[in-house]
């Protein structure tokens, strides 16, 4: 299938500036320490990722027996960041299956340094560390809500990645914050009609067109006020993936209500972006 152009990024003062606002914007997180991974996940090695001037912190859960892959994790808006990870059996499937696994903390969360740019740009750093402790093993990603939004402009510029899962991720952030926080809404015009080629670059849907990911799986719930389910259609048709929207279920309940279907899919992704030998 042939891709679309990749949308072009703003200028540095614009994104500089797009980056402030949207920070000023988003729901307030306090940093908070990042606990160590409990006994069940061990071993694991705790990482110092290079982006630009900093670092980001990680952790590698290595593969369980023979790897066939190494897969990154990236975390929704929650002040825990990578340590969400720790629950609901993502890290411990992906294991058992043949893949290492790489927890990442985005810029300002855990022991990461601040924000430099848009996020894509720490996804693309944990996407090169990772290549180079994977040699030459497949690598994939599964993003979860604003993580995996994020890793839409990353995918849309490289070719590292054979699969992607994402979760309960928005077309825009800012067309989830005008539904579900109206009062910033605005800020939200400005951002639009103002910093306009900042906002065409957060469109997800125009970097999902751009992706060149062998396969794709979008999961969202049923009952998420902010991605609504013709949402996750829309990118699902965008990349050339699959879609499913769980009965019953809100923003990242999608694994709660559907543990073992969600994990299952991502890993049925992931095994349908590498051709057989």
């Given at each position: 299938?042939?891709?679309?152009?990749?949308?072009?990024?703003p200028g540095e003062g614009q994104e500089r500036f797009a980056v402030r606002l949207f920070r000023a914007l988003s729901p307030k997180l306090k940093r908070t320490p990042q606990p160590e991974p409990p006994e069940k996940l061990?071993?694991?090695?705790?990482?110092?990722?290079?982006?630009?001037?900093?670092?980001?912190s990680a952790t590698l859960f290595p593969a369980a027996g023979n790897p066939r892959g190494a897969v990154l994790l990236l975390h929704p808006w929650l002040p825990?960041?990578?340590?969400?990870?720790?629950?609901?059996?993502r890290i411990e499937a992906l294991r058992s299956a043949g893949y290492h696994a790489m927890t990442l903390d985005l810029g300002g969360f855990g022991a990461s340094d601040p924000?430099?740019?848009?996020?894509?740009?720490?996804?693309?750093?944990?996407?090169?560390?990772?290549?180079?402790?994977?040699?030459?093993?497949?690598?994939?990603?599964?993003?979860?809500?604003?993580g995996g939004y994020w890793a839409h402009p990353a995918l849309a510029r490289t070719r590292l990645v054979s699969g992607a899962m994402f979760e309960d991720v928005s077309p825009h952030l800012l067309e989830w914050s005008w539904r579900t926080a109206p009062l910033g809404r605005p800020f939200y015009l400005f951002?639009?009609?103002?910093?306009?080629?900042?906002y065409r670059f957060l469109d997800a849907r125009s970097q999902a067109r751009a992706m060149a990911v062998r396969a794709v799986t979008y999961v969202s719930g049923e009952k998420d006020?902010?991605?609504?389910?013709?949402?996750?259609?829309?990118?699902?048709?965008?990349?050339g993936g699959y879609c499913r929207v769980v009965?019953?279920?809100?923003?990242?309940?999608?694994?709660?209500?559907?543990?073992?279907?969600?994990?299952a899919l991502a890993l049925d992704t992931f095994r349908k972006a590498v051709p057989k030998p």
């Open positions: 299938m042939e891709r679309a152009a990749v949308p072009s990024r061990a071993p694991f090695e705790r990482l110092a990722v290079p982006r630009g001037e900093g670092r980001l825990w960041g990578q340590a969400y990870f720790h629950r609901r059996g924000l430099e740019g848009f996020f894509d740009r720490d996804i693309e750093a944990g996407l090169l560390d990772l290549r180079k402790r994977a040699g030459g093993l497949p690598l994939h990603l599964w993003g979860v809500s604003s951002y639009r009609h103002v910093l306009r080629q900042a006020r902010g991605v609504r389910p013709e949402d996750t259609r829309a990118l699902a048709e965008a990349a009965p019953g279920a809100g923003h990242l309940a999608a694994i709660k209500v559907a543990q073992e279907e969600v994990i």
